[in-house]
């Protein structure tokens, strides 16, 4: 999944996926989850742990799908559903970006997770950094860890 948005106030991430797909069911049935982020450049790597929740046919998916460009949108009307066995690489249909509107969005959801936990880590030869987060009313409290 890619990262769509950020909200830092409400310490939440949306990404997006295909309600057909397996992700979209281990979501319903676990919303426990963690996402890690490597920047090799930066030498950071992030660790977000939180609690996502599906979103398909509310207000937060409304306004995701309206923010989406075209091209993306074509992917949520492709045949057959994401994970499906297929007899050779490009045996599936995407439609025609001017059906793409309204085409796939029987299928679009958003997905929201609330950061409960984050772990950053600095990697470098001199010695490494790291700290933790972990939310609690009434905010964050975190403090430097052994990497």
Request: hydrophobic share 45%.
């Amino acid at each position: 999944m890619v990262l769509r948005a950020a909200d830092g106030a409400a310490g939440s991430l949306r990404f997006h996926c295909d309600r057909r797909s397996d992700k979209a069911a281990e979501i319903l049935a676990h919303p426990a989850c963690a996402l890690a982020a490597y920047d090799a450049a930066a030498k950071v790597q992030i660790r977000v742990e939180g609690r996502a929740t599906l979103h398909t046919d509310d207000p937060v998916a409304e306004a995701a799908w309206a923010q989406s460009r075209a091209m993306s949108r074509v992917c949520y009307g492709a045949e057959p559903a994401p994970g499906t066995v297929l007899p050779e690489g490009g045996a599936y249909s995407l439609p025609d970006e001017a059906a793409a509107p309204t085409l796939g969005r029987p299928h679009f959801a958003a997905v929201l997770v609330r950061a409960e936990r984050l772990d950053f880590l600095y990697l470098d030869r001199r010695g490494h950094r790291r700290a933790a987060w972990r939310r609690a009313e009434p905010g964050w409290s975190g403090a430097w860890i052994a990497p």
